[in-house]
């Protein structure tokens, strides 16, 4: 097991990585929240698919199960509703803790939930996505999307704890472990050129699921994350650098009605717009970002489907352009971009609109390109 603390005062937490051990999870509620019900937040598909494992819990009444739909499209304060309707029903108080099992549209809502339900009952996040192991469930960013934007609606709230148990991830798809890769790549792009290096020579090892890849990454990962949240966790300006890539992706999921790109895949080639931005606004080299972009186009080239790349087709400059307008870290109507200084360390700036425009017509043809 590998620990690492989240130090934010009386709200500091652990994030226990581990592997094949549930238990973790009733021995921390049971120890610490023994007097409680706890609600396990969860979808379908990961219910039915841990159904052995989790056969315990449902068996015991202090635990109830609150199935939501899968997928972002229900990433929705209407979800939420049907959530809270649930936990009045089932008579939750404040003794309730809420327990998000799932990738990081569960951690998200029922983070968001946690937050609002009673004004605040506890959270604990169980991460079974890669991507939720890495990036959501640590930092207490949770929320929903809205019609017009993406993570529009939303609170800081910190978990009580994080249990990352990488068995979880043996039963992900491909698909879901490459999403999951991208926020890794986008830490070592902007905080730890050797992860950058080491995460682009192995990166198909993510694939075969190996355990010591995916547990490297995972902890360094968080501990990369720990450091930023713990300097700036309202994100007044140190943390905006973890949403390396996140305007463009976040432009892309909303404006495709997040139904064709997951979050991580829509991240990737965000980070795409977002090397090339850096590139012009003259701060990596073209060896570096040459470098940078013979990543990221193999691994989007394994993600991008025909749909996608009819979008990069279709999207002109102006959609794409009013979307990121609405992003949360834009102020006045000005867009506020991260950028690359270098492999292992980003800023966050604004650009002439001509830049980002240059840069967005590269991510076209390049997407364009893919065989
Ligand atoms: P997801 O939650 O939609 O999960 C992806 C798919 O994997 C789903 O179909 C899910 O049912 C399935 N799944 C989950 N665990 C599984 C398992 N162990 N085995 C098999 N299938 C499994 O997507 P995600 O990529 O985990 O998370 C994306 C969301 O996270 C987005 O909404 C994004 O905005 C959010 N996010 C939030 C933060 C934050 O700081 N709060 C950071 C990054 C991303
Ligand atoms: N995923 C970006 C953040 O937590 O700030």
């Not at 005062?9 to 009733?26: C, M, W």
Request: negative net charge; contains cysteine.
């Amino acid at each position: 097991m590998r620990e690492i603390t989240v130090h934010l005062g009386e709200r500091s937490y652990a994030i226990q990585i581990v592997h094949h051990d549930l238990d973790r999870l009733t021995q921390f509620l049971h120890t610490e929240y023994r007097y409680s019900t706890w609600f396990v937040v969860t979808n379908e598909s990961i219910f039915s698919l841990y159904a052995n494992e989790l056969k315990q819990l449902t068996a015991d009444k202090r635990y109830h199960f609150i199935l939501i739909p899968d997928g972002e499209s229900h990433k929705t304060l209407d979800t939420v509703d049907k959530v809270y309707t649930e936990l009045i029903q089932r008579n939750a108080d404040r003794n309730a803790v809420i327990v998000g099992l799932g990738g990081g549209v569960i951690g998200d809502l029922a983070g968001f939930v946690a937050a609002t339900y009673m004004r605040g009952i506890p959270l604990i996040q169980v991460p079974t996505t890669l991507l939720a192991m890495v990036d959501s469930s640590v930092g207490g960013k949770v929320g929903v999307n809205h019609t017009l934007g993406k993570n529009l609606i939303g609170a800081f709230y910190q978990p009580r704890c994080v249990i990352a148990d990488t068995r979880f991830l043996e039963t992900l798809p491909s698909r879901e472990l490459l999403a999951g890769l991208s926020e890794i790549i986008k830490y070592g792009l902007i905080a730890d050129v050797e992860l950058f290096e080491w995460a682009s020579e192995h990166w198909e090892k993510f694939l075969a699921c190996e355990p010591e890849t995916l547990e490297k990454a995972v902890t360094r990962s968080c501990e990369i994350k720990a450091v930023v949240v713990e300097r700036d966790e309202m994100e007044g300006s140190l943390r905006m650098i973890l949403n390396f890539g996140h305007t463009w992706a976040h432009a892309f999921e909303s404006l495709s009605d997040y139904l064709l790109f997951s979050h991580g895949e829509a991240v990737m080639m965000g980070m795409m717009g977002g090397t090339k931005l850096s590139h012009l606004r003259g701060y990596l080299d073209d060896s570096d970002h040459g470098l940078i972009q013979s990543t990221l186009n193999a691994i989007a080239a394994r993600m991008v489907t025909p749909e996608m790349k009819l979008f990069f087709d279709k999207i002109t400059w102006d959609e794409f352009d009013h979307q990121t307008r609405i992003d949360k870290k834009a102020s006045g109507g000005r867009v506020k971009w991260v950028l690359l200084n270098q492999i292992g360390q980003a800023s966050v700036e604004s650009v002439p609109p001509e830049m980002a425009e240059e840069a967005f017509n590269f991510l076209k043809y390049t997407i364009a390109s893919f065989e």
